[in-house]
């Protein structure tokens, strides 16, 4: 068994309405005005935070540059959540055994873990498990995999650190649906999750117990979500098939994963799930045989966070808490989807 103790998100201090951002990309893009608009409004966000203030982003430079701004404001943000956690929860940083990282855009060797354990007091055998590509998908199979070494290590603590800054992705010369889509909906910011072993000290002020994981990949779909590496970074690629996916396949997936712990739909009383986009939220939704009330707080998430790739089903599960949403003892589902074609879930218990 291993425990989430708490969860931290942060983000830019740039914060842009999406008519500013509209109205930006329709003076870069001006024969795509009606494309920016119309997609600008379906996405159904209606803020976003960005690393850098609105007017700098058309002279981005090449991927070299995008990986120094990207990785300055990853410290930043990360040292804040980290000693946000610390400060709250009196742990000392010498006791994390492990720090996961998970991001899908930006580049850095040494790693963020490792730049952070040159400005944070981290024992120097902490162990560090950087996460490269799982976009999306990051958030819960982070979780999953620090829940995976901890069953192992029942005495230990351990950190999940999620970084996605996707704004320094945007490209600027790609007029293609895929990107003005994506530069409608995704966004910039960090969170950190503490979790410990079942022996652990801190298991006792838990907040939630993972039961069980399980990971789906759908053969053949490498083109439905990802990036291609071009000179000036990352250019998205995004298929409008997604939603379908979540029709055809995470919907048996999710009744085989619940028949697995002998659980029904009825057993499960919230969810706390990767917010996508609309219409694969409506999708994630109708499979799930809930309504849109049950996903209030991933739309909540989308309309004011924007799509912050891994970070936005961490920031969903810390609104969750905030809201007080589960009770004691309650079962709830977390799911996220992201590049390879794939999926991950959770059934966690309120404690």
Same mark, same amino acid.
């Given at each position: 068994m291993s425990y989430i103790v708490a969860v931290k998100t942060s983000f830019p201090k740039n914060s842009e309405s999406q008519d500013n951002i509209a109205k930006l990309l329709t003076s870069i893009w001006p024969d795509k005005?009606? !494309? =920016?608009?119309?997609?600008?409004?379906? *996405?159904?966000?209606n803020k976003r935070h960005l690393t850098l203030p609105l007017s700098e982003y058309p002279t981005l430079g090449d991927i070299g540059e995008r990986s120094l701004k990207w #990785?300055?404001? $990853?410290?930043?943000?990360?040292?804040?959540?980290? #000693?946000?956690?610390?400060?709250?929860? /009196?742990? /000392?940083?010498?006791?994390i055994s492990l720090i996961a990282s998970t991001t899908v855009?930006?580049?850095?060797?040494?790693?963020?873990?490792?730049?952070?354990?040159n400005v944070l007091s981290f024992s120097p055998n902490t162990k560090r498990l950087p996460i490269f590509g799982l976009g999306c998908l990051g958030g819960v199979a982070g979780l999953n995999r620090v829940k995976d070494y901890?069953?192992? !290590?029942?005495?230990? %603590? $351990?950190?999940?650190?999620?970084?996605?800054?996707?704004?320094?992705?945007?490209?600027?010369?790609?007029?293609?649906? %895929? /990107?003005?889509? &994506?530069?409608?909906?995704? %966004?910039?910011? $960090?969170?950190?999750? #503490?979790?410990?072993?079942?022996? !652990?000290r801190l298991a006792k002020s838990a907040q939630f117990e993972i039961i069980d994981t399980r990971s789906f990949f759908y053969s053949d779909t490498e083109r439905m979500m990802g990036w291609d590496i071009v000179s000036s970074g990352f250019q998205i690629v995004l298929s409008g098939d997604v939603p379908k996916l979540v029709s055809e396949k995470v919907a048996v997936n999710m009744n085989e994963f619940l028949n697995l712990n002998k659980l029904k739909r009825n057993d499960i009383s919230f969810?706390? *799930? !990767?917010? &996508? &986009?609309?219409?694969?939220?409506?999708?994630?939704?109708?499979?799930? &045989?809930g309504n849109k009330e049950d996903?209030?707080?991933?739309?909540d998430s989308l309309a004011e966070k924007g799509n912050m790739s891994s970070v936005s089903v961490l920031h969903v599960m810390e609104e969750t808490l905030n809201k007080k949403i589960p009770v004691q003892n309650s079962l709830g589902?977390?799911?996220?989807?992201?590049p390879a074609?794939? *999926?991950?879930?959770? =059934? =966690?218990?309120k404690l």
């Amino acid at each position: 068994m291993s425990y989430i103790v708490a969860v931290k998100t942060s983000f830019p201090k740039n914060s842009e309405s999406q008519d500013n951002i509209a109205k930006l990309l329709t003076s870069i893009w001006p024969d795509k005005e009606k !494309h =920016i608009y119309q997609f600008s409004k379906s *996405s159904t966000v209606n803020k976003r935070h960005l690393t850098l203030p609105l007017s700098e982003y058309p002279t981005l430079g090449d991927i070299g540059e995008r990986s120094l701004k990207w #990785l300055d404001e $990853a410290v930043n943000l990360q040292k804040n959540n980290i #000693l946000y956690l610390q400060e709250n929860l /009196n742990f /000392n940083l010498d006791e994390i055994s492990l720090i996961a990282s998970t991001t899908v855009t930006g580049l850095a060797v040494p790693t963020l873990e490792a730049r952070l354990m040159n400005v944070l007091s981290f024992s120097p055998n902490t162990k560090r498990l950087p996460i490269f590509g799982l976009g999306c998908l990051g958030g819960v199979a982070g979780l999953n995999r620090v829940k995976d070494y901890l069953d192992g !290590h029942p005495r230990e %603590a $351990a950190l999940l650190l999620a970084t996605e800054l996707c704004s320094l992705t945007f490209q600027f010369k790609d007029i293609s649906v %895929a /990107n003005l889509v &994506g530069t409608s909906l995704f %966004a910039d910011g $960090a969170a950190a999750v #503490l979790m410990v072993g079942k022996d !652990h000290r801190l298991a006792k002020s838990a907040q939630f117990e993972i039961i069980d994981t399980r990971s789906f990949f759908y053969s053949d779909t490498e083109r439905m979500m990802g990036w291609d590496i071009v000179s000036s970074g990352f250019q998205i690629v995004l298929s409008g098939d997604v939603p379908k996916l979540v029709s055809e396949k995470v919907a048996v997936n999710m009744n085989e994963f619940l028949n697995l712990n002998k659980l029904k739909r009825n057993d499960i009383s919230f969810f706390i *799930s !990767h917010p &996508g &986009g609309p219409k694969v939220l409506e999708a994630i939704t109708e499979i799930s &045989g809930g309504n849109k009330e049950d996903f209030k707080i991933s739309w909540d998430s989308l309309a004011e966070k924007g799509n912050m790739s891994s970070v936005s089903v961490l920031h969903v599960m810390e609104e969750t808490l905030n809201k007080k949403i589960p009770v004691q003892n309650s079962l709830g589902l977390m799911l996220a989807m992201g590049p390879a074609f794939c *999926s991950e879930m959770n =059934i =966690i218990r309120k404690l």
